[in-house]
């Protein structure tokens, strides 16, 4: 072993040459493998008891004892056993030993080479699991026939389901021939050339159909397929497997007669039937289909039956075919309007029914249709008639009591009002008594045309009868906004009419009466409108009059209002003003709202209250709200040049603005001029705009968004959001009208409602900020709900810019009542 050859030779390969002295197998040399072998250093082999301490303990009482009995027995035995490495895992080793005598015969030492058989082992293992696996596995399939041959076709292995399948035993056919027992006399010879064409090329027998014998002779129908595959030893194996199609080709026998007398009842239906494909295309139709939509079956195979409705059914017709696919339903019907290959519109009733496959899973649709443009025009002309006036085409008497009674409900829920206008025409009888009752009626329905263009599409126009017209407007701020319809119908309607070549002109007294003030049904409104009007007519006609004379003074204040507002900006009248919004958890200032201040010479201080809804009427909002947005970003960029840049400035956008106006190339220029990143500027957007042309008003948001600026919506709560638009509004925060605050401490609905909001906003990740805080019940429970943040008389006033820059200076506000002195 001291040999340097020696130990030349042993450095080189991949095991470990060793010698040791008896008794206790201490280790004199190692060759350098044994490092790589267990992980430990030379100089550790060598320390006394070295092979003792890591063998594993589950072999360490076999191999000390074997050792022990071949150094007494023999000169040379070998051994396989577990040494364990350094880093804790077990190696298997085999090894073999020599074993050195002294010149008396005396067992003196050992040398030995040790090799490690760690992956033999494993290997051995999987290959023994794996095969017993797989032939349990094949021996479990239920309804599958698998049966295995050596190389020259003798049976190795016959499952369970072969025995069924063929009527042999597992140990009838054990080492018989595969031709000999189920392939019949004219298939043998070419089954026996494939097999072995397979063996010697490895090309496999092509998969397919078989007729093979059972043991008494029948034949039975298969699907045969052919894998090559290898036992443990290396040999090769193939396998056969075979599914009985006996019950396949009965269905399918089956179904085919079931779609003969299928297809023979569809072609001959009284209505249009059409098979449709889960996508919505057309696979099908019977003659009917074609008969009912002008188009040929070419034409329909070609395009989808939600293409040939419109939009709207189309929408329907999606969302319910989901329901169906969901399994939630079975079948729906719908109403569509169909357009015909001639171009004429027609309405069909249609019924879609799901069918399923033997699993359940969803397979086809099939559409039976029934043309019913004629039932349909007769029932909406009858229910039309029923509540329409035949001359102007207006709503009823019968009509108008329910819209009428609709506009109360949705007024009272909203906190607002609804007016109810009684309008009887000047000087009519004249026009009859002179002209004609025909001609009466020319001028009837021109003042019914000239009506519709004076209210919105929201409100209601009705002839109750004669020259008389009732008007319902819905959910009205004030009267004064009532008193601007009724002079714009007085100023309309005085206007000349050409009716069959003659210009005359007719005048109208109006009658006015508000719901709750002036009634709380239909009839007292009804009844009170129409003593106004008479006390219209008594004040020299061509005038409107409400209930109430208090009103009356109202509606002037409102048109001398709105003259004065007209002057508000050429002559400098108005201001803004600022009011702080502090985050909760910390008073520190985040930023300010910007609010619209009006002082007049004759009028004084005006509430916003009272002239912000004049100049949303007459339009004078446009011009305002852009003076304010500039007036705004030119603040902001004094505060910047300050030190103060990390505010926000809130500024309000009305709905008339948004719409009317390019408000993204207005903000732009704004921020442009003023050179404010856009980040300081946060623009507050009612949540009623947002409802409205939704798909546009979103196009527009992403457009401001776009510039960097901030979006939130104001009075959040107090409108009908949709919760599927609302995600999809690239909003920043939700602000909580104050009409929710203001009980939050002490009305269960109020706080139900607040926290709700907050959730809302935490779950769409949006900031919550809530207005017209003014107590410290109010803010302990925002507080303890997660709000944001806030304002209101409690932290602030609004102030002017010299007082909130103080403030902002300081950055933290302390509320108190000090702040709302």
Known sequence: MNDDRFAALAAGLDLVMWEADLPGRRFRFVSPYAETLLGYAKDEWYTPGFWQAHLHQDDRGFALAFDAAHAAESDRYEIEYRMVHAGGHAVFVRDLVVVRFDEDGNAIGLSGVMIDVTSDRALNHALTDSEHRFRAVMEQVPNISVQGYDPQRRVVFWNSASERLYGYSASEVRGRLLEELIIPEPMRDEVVRLHTHWLRTGEPIPAGELDLQRKDGSLVSVFSSHVMTHNRYGEPEMYCIDVDLTDIKRAEAALRDSEARFRLTVENAPVGIAILALDGRILQVNPRFCAITGYGAVDLLATSFAALTENGARDAYRTEVEACLSGAQQSFSLEARLQHKYGHELWVSATVSMMRNTSGAPEQLICAIEDVTEQRASKARFEWLAHHDPLTDLPNRTLLRDRLQQAMARALRAGKRAALMFLDLDRFKNINDSLGHAFGDQVLRAVAARLRTCVRDTDTVARLGGDEFLIVLECVENEQDVGIVARKIVDKLSLPLDVQAQTLSTGASIGIALYPEDGVDVDSLLKNADSAMYHA?????????????????????????ENALRQALEFGELSLHYQPQVELTTT???GVEALLRWSNPVL???????FIPVAEESGLIVPIGEWVLGEACAQARRWRDEGIDTLTVAVNISALQFRRTDIVGKVRAALDRHGIPPGMLELELTESLLMHNAEEVLRTMNDLKALGVKLSIDDFG???????????????RLKIDRSFVNDVADDPDDAAIVRAIVQLGRSLKLDVIAEGVETPSQLDFLTMEGCHSAQGFYFARPMPVAEVSTLLHAGIVAGGTQHAA
């Not at 004084?604 to 009272?610: D, E, L, Q, W």
């Open 537 to 561: 007519k008594d004040s020299g006609r061509n005038a409107f009059r409400f209930f109430t004379e208090a009103m009356n003074l109202s509606a002037i204040d409102r048109l001398r209002m």
């Open 588 to 590: 520190r200032l985040l």
């Open 604 to 610: 004084g201080n005006v509430s916003p209250a009272r």
């Open 718 to 732: 107090t409108g009908y959001s949709s919760l599927s638009y609302l995600k999809r509004f690239p909003v920043d």
